[in-house]
């Protein structure tokens, strides 16, 4: 099992950026895919952005596309997700999460570590 711990939540305004980061420990991170995952309130948790265990091959969902840009550094045992543009519906808890694969994934089943969230807030 790998230990997963987000940072870089905050409240921003609409248009905003945000640099979040998750910092894994534990079990080897560098041979398996990463992913960044948001839950709304009343909503159900879905993929924003997954990587490949290199750093490549990077999945993005249409609402994020453009806007988002996923990142890892195997040397630190950290991802990032770099938040431009930010909008009011970017609001909510944002997870990461480690794959049972090496290669990018965007289905939630194949993500069996994951951190403690941290909230993203985007105000108009």
């Known amino acids: 099992q790998v230990q997963l711990v987000e940072s870089g939540g905050g409240l921003v305004q609409a248009g905003g950026s945000l640099r979040l980061s998750c910092a894994a420990s534990?079990?080897?991170?560098?041979?398996?895919?990463m992913g960044w995952f948001r839950q709304a309130p009343g909503k159900e948790r879905e993929i924003v952005a997954s990587i490949n265990w290199r750093g490549g091959s990077p999945y993005y969902a249409a609402s994020v596309k453009g806007r988002f840009t996923i990142s890892r550094d195997n040397a630190k045992n950290t991802v990032y997700l770099q938040m431009n543009s930010l909008k009011p519906e970017d609001t909510a808890v944002y997870y990461c999460a480690a794959a049972d694969i090496m290669g990018t994934v965007s289905t939630i089943a194949h993500y069996d570590d994951w951190g403690q969230g941290t909230q993203v807030t985007v105000s108009s």
């Open positions: 534990g079990r080897a991170f560098d041979n398996r895919a």
